[in-house]
């Protein structure tokens, strides 16, 4: 299948989950519960829950014990080995693309009036807020491996920025479509996904690399919709 035709078919999966929306009964796509609230009516914050944490936690810690685990150091080599023999002349640019596509779809759905838990706007901090802290951890944790052996052994960078984008654009999709279709709202996991593998499978990224830029953009993701939240809270108070 050729790139753009592989491309185009991921985009449609995904924009035909997303568009499921619009076939859904208009008060159930429009009317967003009520924020949890505590007993004092203080906004209750629930983007740091253990399964959430715990998981994109293990995917980063995962990828920091490579210098002192010789298996994890012989999982990556193998899967490297096996992609460069299996699929030697595999190379598809769909990956570049397909980072964006959860961030993307967010907006479009701005464009076409469509209720999402915020507004255009605060979208546009969210999506800054997210990138320039997933950023600057990626942009510190690259300074560091860099002078770590085990992690230049295939001449790959950890973590995968690739897929941290699309994770931290993943999370996004997911924060604004939890209440009102929890289901559609980890469909944007599924592109996020998509590109991790095709990172490994164009021979840029090793496995640990992949799964630590993962863990990395959801995160990021939480940490800047939790700020966000309290600074909103803090100025209404005021």
Known sequence: ???????????C????????VLAQDTAQVY?????????TGK????????AGVIISGTFILYGSLKPA??????????IMTSVKTNYPNFHTRADDYLMWAPTASIYLMDAMHIKTT?????HLILDAGSMAIAGGVGFVMRKI???IDVYNTQDTKFPSGHTTNAFRGAEIFRQEFKGIN???SYSGYLVATTVGVLRIYNKNHQLTEVLAGAGLGILSTKLTYWVFDKVKDRRKKK
């Open 13 to 20: 999966i995904f924009l035909f989950a997303s568009f499921k």
């Open 69 to 78: 685990i010789s298996g994890i150091q012989r999982i990556d080599t193998d």
């Open 1 to 11: 299948m050729k790139f753009y035709q592989t491309l185009y078919l991921l985009l």
């Open 145 to 147: 491996s860099k002078n």
């Open 43 to 50: 906004y209750k914050s629930h983007y740091f829950k253990p």
């Open 182 to 184: 929890p289901v559609l």
């Open 118 to 122: 915020h507004s255009f706007t605060e």
């Open 31 to 39: 009317l967003l519960k009520p924020a949890a609230t505590n007993n």
